[in-house]
């Protein structure tokens, strides 16, 4: 048996135990790690929620994330952990006004859990002119139970300010 890897396909062999004859099978390559913010449309004045998701995780058995949006259209009011990753231990930033803002999970034994990391909630400002605001996701660190960095794939979520919270008067 050969164990597949995000870069090569692994084999399973099969021996019968009456003729000893063997078959082997490919194994499909693991995906890429992947991390995404969500993509969301909003108001100026709008509470908004935006999901960070991990997606063909390999097994982390540490994650530090770091998350960078423009002040001058967001505020980020709160946080909640996702369950990816969940038998890892999960260190709250101590402030959440410092930017970019770090997430850490770190624990002895890798988590292959996929779904929400966290959950990001936004005060989108009153004043935030229409347009697109990025919401951009790093790596800092990502290791695996032997302590090896693991490659993960980042996307950026984009907020879609759809109406302005400033007005004229003509």
Known sequence: TKEPTTTEEGE????CTVCNGTKTEAIEKLGVPTI??????????????IPVKLEENTGLTGLNISI??????LNLVGYEAGSALGSLVFTKPGNINEKPIEFLWDGTDA????????LLKFKVLDTAASGNYTVD???????????????ITTVDGT????????HEHT
Do not use: M, R
């Open 159 to 166: 907020v879609s300010v759809t109406g302005s919270g400033v």
């Open 12 to 15: 399973k062999t099969y021996t």
């Open 68 to 73: 960078d949006y423009d002040k001058t259209a």
């Open 111 to 118: 988590d292959t859990t996929n779904g929400n990391l966290v």
């Open 36 to 49: 995404t913010v969500g993509d969301i449309s909003a108001n100026a004045g709008d509470e908004i929620t």
């Open 137 to 151: 996701v790093e790596i800092i660190t990502a290791i695996d139970n032997d302590l090896n960095d693991v490659a």
